[in-house]
């Protein structure tokens, strides 16, 4: 008996599929007026793919696709988001993801980050230091000025 339960268990267990989530496996290749949308590693026709604004402007739809052109020629938006739909054992699957140009290539909006330039900040309070940091008066041999290094014999 407990041999059958065995093998039933590890049959079902065989039979079970992973569920692909395919906005993950999803790359955006081009220009920013010629955009090429495709999932990676899956030989599944997508039922149906769907590309729009932010603003909710449709920009274009294709079906029954492995791969979704999309072009972005009459005002150029920076920003999309691609939708992709799939029916798989009766169960429809759907996902989005948001792509950003960054000025060379599509990135998803989920791995930009923002870096602002850190300006230097002036400090000419003509206060002296010793190579120790510590404030002097009167230096001598090697001595900091408004961050600056000099020698004083």
Same mark, same amino acid.
């Given at each position: 008996?407990?041999?059958?339960?065995?093998?039933?268990?590890?049959?079902? /267990?065989?039979?079970?599929?992973?569920?692909?989530?395919?906005?993950?496996?999803?790359?955006?290749?081009?220009?920013?007026?010629?955009?090429?949308?495709?999932?990676?590693?899956?030989?599944?026709?997508?039922?149906?793919?769907?590309?729009?604004?932010?603003?909710?402007?449709?920009?274009?739809?294709?079906?029954?696709?492995?791969?979704?052109?999309?072009?972005?020629?009459?005002?150029?938006?920076?920003?999309?988001?691609?939708?992709?739909?799939?029916?798989?054992?009766?169960?429809?699957?759907?996902?989005?993801?948001?792509?950003?140009?960054? /000025?060379?290539?599509?990135?998803?909006?989920?791995?930009?980050?923002?870096?602002?330039?850190?300006?230097?900040?002036?400090?000419?309070?003509?206060?002296?230091?010793?190579?120790?940091?510590?404030?002097?008066?009167?230096?001598? /041999?090697?001595?900091?000025?408004?961050?600056?290094?000099?020698?004083?014999?």
């Amino acid at each position: 008996m407990k041999k059958i339960i065995l093998i039933l268990l590890v049959s079902l /267990g065989l039979q079970t599929q992973a569920q692909i989530n395919y906005c993950d496996s999803m790359t955006v290749i081009g220009s920013q007026s010629q955009i090429v949308a495709q999932v990676n590693n899956v030989n599944t026709l997508m039922d149906c793919w769907t590309t729009h604004t932010t603003c909710g402007i449709l920009m274009g739809s294709d079906s029954l696709t492995t791969s979704h052109l999309i072009y972005n020629f009459a005002n150029p938006y920076d920003t999309i988001i691609i939708c992709i739909y799939n029916t798989i054992n009766g169960v429809t699957n759907s996902c989005s993801k948001t792509w950003v140009w960054n /000025g060379m290539y599509w990135a998803k909006m989920m791995l930009n980050t923002n870096i602002n330039e850190i300006e230097k900040s002036k400090s000419n309070n003509n206060i002296m230091y010793d190579l120790n940091g510590r404030k002097t008066l009167k230096p001598k /041999g090697l001595y900091i000025k408004n961050n600056k290094l000099y020698f004083n014999d």
